[in-house]
């Protein structure tokens, strides 16, 4: 299902032996658009360590105690690498990461996760297999730092033919991960009104300027569905967003 990264921020996290602390953001890359880490912010127990979460290590959201598990204990979490300094997250921190948790690396492999579509370790012969001889660190094009949500949020947002908005969520599939869509509030142009723009749509992230190029017209935002946050994403919601978007897709994003 999809889930909103904004509400996620109220879960705690709990690891097999005691309470972590909670979801405090999100790292993505934006060459996949898909959340990499969890940061979680831990309290007192783990005072001045920055706490990152692979996907690979948590269990299904519990929706009635706003809670996820962590398939890990406190001392595995106070022993795994960390990075040393809060952002960005870059491709060597990643590296000592996966290394150490004997996972493959996602940036290597046809699928969203390497070797597999989801974030789960392979098993049998295949994980003994990358435990014994990791793939090698390619030489990655671009800049290869993952993004923080929070800061993205906010950012402005600007169409072909002038600005619609700006970020104010992010939605992901639980599932493997990737962000579906990114919230655009247009207070300042259609006052009230919530859009979904998918990352089909989005074109370069100026860092510089906090800005976002969406490969669409200012009229394809405005007649774009409007987005409840209180509704549910049904598949009747979903197919008619799809339609939405694939009938107005520029060219160059297809």
Same mark, same amino acid.
């Given at each position: /299902? =999809? @889930?909103?990264?904004?509400? /996620?921020? &109220?879960?705690? =996290?709990?690891?097999? &032996?005691? @309470?972590?602390?909670?979801? %405090?953001? *999100?790292? *993505? &890359?934006d060459s996949y658009w898909t959340i990499r880490f969890v940061v979680a912010q831990a309290g007192n127990w783990l005072t001045g360590r920055m706490v990152l979460l692979s996907p690979h290590l948590l269990g299904k959201p519990d929706e009635d105690a706003k809670s996820v598990a962590v398939n890990l204990t406190r001392d595995q979490i106070r022993n795994s690498p960390s990075p040393e300094s809060e952002r960005p997250v870059n491709r060597q921190f990643e590296e000592a990461y996966y290394r150490h948790f004997g996972w493959p690396y996602y940036w290597t492999g046809p699928y969203l996760w390497g070797p597999t579509p989801y974030p789960i370790p392979p098993a049998g012969p295949v994980e003994q297999s990358l435990r014994a001889n990791p793939p090698s660190l390619p030489q990655p094009s671009g800049d290869p730092h993952l993004r923080s949500t929070d800061d993205v949020?906010?950012?402005? =947002?600007?169409? @072909? %033919?002038?600005?619609?908005g700006h970020v104010e969520d992010f939605l992901y599939d639980d599932r493997d991960w990737s962000i579906r869509y990114l919230v655009a509030g247009t207070r300042n142009w259609r006052p009230g009104k919530l859009v979904l723009v998918p990352p089909a749509w989005i074109g370069d992230i100026h860092w510089e300027d906090r800005t976002v190029d969406v490969d669409a017209g200012r009229e394809d935002i405005r007649l774009a569905p409007a987005y409840d946050p209180g509704r549910a994403l049904t598949p009747e919601y979903a197919a008619e967003l799809s339609k939405y978007f694939a009938e107005h897709m520029h060219p160059s994003a297809q």
């Open positions: /299902m =999809l @889930r909103s990264a904004k509400k /996620m921020k &109220d879960y705690s =996290l709990g690891a097999s &032996d005691g @309470r972590i602390g909670h979801i %405090d953001e *999100f790292y *993505f &890359d949020t906010g950012y402005h =947002l600007r169409a @072909r %033919d002038g600005e619609i």
